[in-house]
C-alpha cells in the first residue's frame, strides 16, 4: 500500500476516484502533503476523508537528535522511520544555499571499503515518502530562531545507502523533490551520488536527465577500485567510464567523479596521471577529499596539503579538479559514523534489558 508522502497526484486522482470522492480534493491535500502535513490536521478536508486517508501508511521521518558542529555552520540530524530504524542527514551552509545531505536506505549493501555506512550491512531501502520527509523535517527543525532562513535549497544524496540500489524510490523522489506540486527544488540543484550500478546510470539519462551526476570512482584502475569497492567486481571501469560519458553527452550536464584519497592506496602521481589519461574526452570534474578515517576501517585519509598537489597533477594534465571543502568533522560527518555509534548504544542498552532489539 502506498504512503501519503511517496504519492503523486495522478495516483492519488484514482484513489479518490475509487472512493467516491470528488477529483478536485486531489490538488488541496497534495497542497498539505507538499508541507509533510498529517491528514488529521488537513483543515479543508471533510473527517470522511481525512479518516480514510489516515488509515494510509504516512512515510514520514521523525527528529531525535540534532549536533551542531562548532567549527562551521553544519547540523547532523538523525531520523527515526516509522519502524524505528534510523537514518542521518547533514544541513551544510554554502554561501549559494543549504545543502541538505539525505539517505537513500538504512544501512548499504555495496561494502566499499573505507566506508562506514556499509558496516552492518543494508537494513532496508527508504521510500520516496521517507526521502522527502528528510527534507521536510529538516526544514521544520529550523523554522524557528535565528536558523530561520535554513531552507533547503539544495540536496545530496550522498547520505547513507546507494541510490541507485533502490532505483524506483529514488526516481520518485527526484519527481517529488522537483514537481510543482512537491519541492519545486530545481533538478540542477540536486546531486545523486552512485558507486556505479552502469544499467542503472543508463536509465537515469531518461528519468533524470537535469540532475548532476556523481561516480564514487576513487581510483584509477581496476585493480585499485578493486580493492576498494566491491561493485568494481559487477561493473568494471570499462563499462563505468563509457556509462559517465554518455549521461554526460546526451544530457549535457558534467558528471562529478568523486576520489577519496587513500594513503598509499591512490594517491601517488602515477595515479594521478593514470586517472587523468582515462578521464579525458568526458565533460567531468574530479571533487577531491582526503579519505576520512573511520574507526572501524584500516585506510587512512592524506592532508589537505598533499590533496591539493593531486589536484595539481590532475588541473597540469587538463583535468578540472579541487578539493571539497571537509565540514562538520567534529560531529562525524562521514557516512553513517553517527547512525552506527546510536545503533551501538542502543543494542548496549537493550542487551542491558536482555532484549534483541534489531535496527
Ligand atoms: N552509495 C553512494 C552514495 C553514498 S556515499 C556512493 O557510493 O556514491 C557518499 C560519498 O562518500 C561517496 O563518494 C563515498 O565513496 C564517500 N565516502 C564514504 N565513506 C567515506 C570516507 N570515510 N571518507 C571519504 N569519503 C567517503
Same mark, same amino acid.
Given at each position: ?43 479543508? $478536508? ?156 543508463? %536509465? ?10 556523481? $561516480? @564514487? ?7 585499485? !577500485? ?6 568494481? %567486481?559487477?561493473? !568494471? ?18 558528471? $562529478? ?20 589519461? !582515462? ?9 577531491? $577529499? ?59 542498552? @537493550? ?9
Amino acid at each position: 500500500m502506498i504512503e501519503l508522502l511517496s504519492i503523486e497526484k495522478q495516483e492519488l486522482e484514482a484513489l479518490l476516484s475509487e472512493w467516491k470522492e470528488p477529483r478536485f480534493r486531489a490538488a488541496q491535500i497534495m497542497d498539505w502533503l507538499k508541507k509533510g502535513v498529517r491528514p488529521e490536521q488537513m483543515g479543508n $478536508i471533510p473527517k470522511g476523508l481525512r479518516e480514510k486517508l489516515s488509515a494510509l501508511p504516512f512515510g514520514g521521518v521523525k527528529l531525535i537528535e540534532t549536533l551542531y558542529s562548532k567549527k562551521d555552520d553544519t547540523a547532523k540530524m538523525l531520523y527515526e522511520l516509522e519502524d524505528g530504524n534510523i537514518v542521518e542527514c547533514v544541513l551544510m551552509r554554502y554561501s549559494y544555499g543549504n545543502t541538505l545531505c539525505i539517505s537513500t536506505q538504512a544501512g548499504c549493501r555495496m561494502g566499499c571499503a573505507f566506508c562506514a555506512s556499509t558496516l552492518n550491512g543494508r537494513v532496508r531501502d527508504l521510500t520516496a515518502g521517507e526521502m522527502l520527509s528528510e527534507v521536510l523535517e529538516t526544514e521544520k527543525n529550523f523554522e524557528h530562531g535565528e536558523d530561520r532562513k535554513r531552507t533547503v535549497t539544495n540536496i545530496v544524496m550522498m547520505g547513507s545507502g546507494e541510490p541507485l540500489d533502490n532505483y524506483e524510490n529514488t526516481v520518485r523522489f527526484l519527481r517529488r523533490a522537483t514537481a510543482e506540486d512537491g519541492l519545486r527544488i530545481s533538478p540542477r540543484n540536486i546531486s545523486l551520488s552512485t558507486c556505479g550500478i552502469v544499467p542503472r546510470i543508463m %536509465s537515469l539519462i531518461d528519468d533524470a536527465p537535469h540532475i548532476t551526476l556523481c $561516480i @564514487s570512482l576513487h581510483a584509477p584502475n581496476n585493480e585499485i !577500485r578493486d580493492r576498494l569497492m566491491p561493485i568494481n %567486481s559487477k561493473w !568494471r571501469m570499462e563499462e563505468l567510464l563509457p556509462a559517465a560519458k554518455a549521461y554526460a553527452d546526451a544530457t549535457g550536464r558534467r558528471v $562529478i567523479f568523486e576520489y577519496a584519497l587513500v594513503d598509499k592506496v591512490n594517491s601517488s602521481e602515477e595515479c594521478a596521471k593514470e586517472l587523468a589519461s !582515462r578521464l579525458r574526452g568526458i565533460n567531468c570534474h574530479v571533487n577531491l $577529499i582526503p579519505l576520512n578515517s573511520v574507526k572501524e576501517r584500516a585506510l587512512n585519509g592524506v592532508s589537505r596539503e598533499y590533496a591539493h598537489s593531486f589536484e595539481g597533477y590532475l588541473n597540469k594534465r587538463g583535468i578540472s579538479a579541487t578539493v571539497r571543502r571537509e565540514l562538520g568533522t567534529d560531529i562525524e560527518g562521514a557516512c553513517g559514523q553517527l547512525r552506527n555509534r546510536r545503533i551501538s548504544e542502543r543494542n548496549t542498552n @537493550s542487551q542491558n534489558k536482555g532484549n534483541t532489539e534489531n535496527c
